[in-house]
């Protein structure tokens, strides 16, 4: 009687521990490929596995303007009416049905359309909230589309912005954009460089 009872205690023992083993397997192989589908460079930043670059070209004036105002803002204050910036007024609302293209000139190959919104949010300097659609027309991803959203300061070299989504081949994709003005004037608009990085 004790011998069975000592062979059932052993057989319960080792299928309570095959079942930690198998567990601490799944755990292991679960944290490696979370770990694989966003490896880190030296810096500690993630990985990209798609990178897309073009140029937008947002145009407030000329014969076609793809950006306008839409609502004024308030007057300046006394100290923002010198400023660089004073062509913008906090509330200003724009909307832009830009095109985007593989290089800077406005003949270049055209991949897609950048369609959205800003909101001057900052009584000074140029900071907008971001609104925008970035609508693949070329190449592998024609039809798709990603979604931006962002605080972006115009007084910044380099912008980030972040995607928050996707349609079509992007579907809920995760990453970032980097935008340069190109040769940009805040009055009448310009080229603007843009790095989109997904994961």
């Known amino acids: 009687m004790v011998l069975i009872a000592a062979q059932a205690n052993y057989?319960?023992?080792?299928?309570?521990?095959?079942?930690?083993?198998?567990?601490?397997?799944l755990l292991a192989f679960a944290v490696y490929f979370r770990h694989d589908a966003g490896t880190t460079d030296d810096s500690g930043s993630?990985?990209?596995?798609?990178?897309?670059?073009?140029?937008?070209?947002?145009?407030?004036?000329?014969?076609?303007?793809?950006?306008?105002?839409?609502?004024?803002g308030r007057a300046p204050l006394l100290d923002e009416a010198t400023s660089a910036t004073s062509s913008r007024r906090?509330?200003?609302i724009a909307v832009m049905n830009n095109a985007l293209t593989e290089g800077p000139r406005r003949a270049s190959p055209r991949v897609g359309t950048a369609q959205g919104f800003t909101v001057r949010v900052a009584e000074r300097g140029s900071?907008?909230?971001?609104?925008?659609?970035?609508?693949?027309?070329?190449?592998?991803?024609a039809g798709s589309s990603l979604v931006v959203n962002s605080r972006v300061d115009t007084d910044?070299?380099?912008?980030?912005?972040?995607?928050?989504?996707?349609?079509?081949?992007?579907?809920?994709?995760?990453g970032f954009a980097?935008?340069?003005?190109?040769?940009?004037?805040?009055?009448?608009?310009?080229?603007?460089?843009?790095?989109v990085y997904l994961y």
């Open 90 to 92: 906090f509330g200003d």
């Open 127 to 141: 900071v907008n909230a971001l609104s925008l659609h970035l609508v693949m027309e070329a190449g592998e991803f």
């Open 156 to 174: 910044l070299a380099v912008r980030e912005s972040v995607i928050v989504g996707g349609t079509g081949k992007f579907r809920f994709a995760r």
């Open 46 to 72: 993630a990985t990209a596995r798609t990178h897309l670059h073009f140029y937008m070209h947002d145009e407030y004036t000329g014969a076609n303007p793809t950006a306008a105002l839409i609502v004024p």
């Open 11 to 25: 057989a319960m023992a080792s299928t309570i521990s095959a079942l930690i083993l198998f567990s601490a397997l």
């Open 178 to 195: 980097l935008s340069r003005s190109y040769d940009y004037d805040l009055a009448k608009g310009g080229v603007v460089e843009i790095d």
